[in-house]
Nanobody
Framework: QLQVVESGGGSVQIGGSLRLSCAAS????????IGWFRQAPGKEREGIAC????????DYAYSVKGRFTISRDNAKNTVYLQMNSLKPEDTAVYFC???????????WGQGTQVTVSS
């Protein structure tokens, strides 16, 4: 099973930054495209960032492009999501997964809560 553990969430002020980590358990992250997703209260989960398994190509949702950066450290078997210029609408539970589309994700972690307020 492709298990992941998300960490690094917290409460920040508008305009602040956080770095989320996604650690893999039982598999090697660099063999998979890894996606970050988020689910805000009352909303469906959405994919926001993806990094490919081959050449590290990245892709972002329009809502976070230019503010969030996904990266991977294969030596640490970890994928990161650097989040800058945070807005209240970024408040959500953030998940990572093997796969960049929900339809192919087979296992979800517990997520990490991010709260952005004034």
């Amino acid at each position: 099973q492709l298990q992941v553990v998300e960490s690094g969430g917290g409460s920040v002020q508008i305009g602040g930054s956080l770095r989320l980590s996604c650690a893999a358990s039982g598999f090697t992250l660099d063999y998979y495209a890894i996606g970050w997703f988020r689910q805000a209260p009352g909303k469906e989960r959405e994919g926001i960032a993806c990094i490919s398994d081959s050449d590290g190509t990245t892709d972002y949702a329009y809502s976070v492009k230019g503010r969030f950066t996904i990266s991977r450290d294969n030596a640490k078997n970890t994928v990161y999501l650097q989040m800058n210029s945070l807005k209240p609408e970024d408040t959500a539970v953030y998940f990572c997964a093997a796969g960049c589309s929900e339809v192919i994700v087979t296992s979800w972690g517990q997520g990490t809560q991010v709260t952005v307020s004034s």
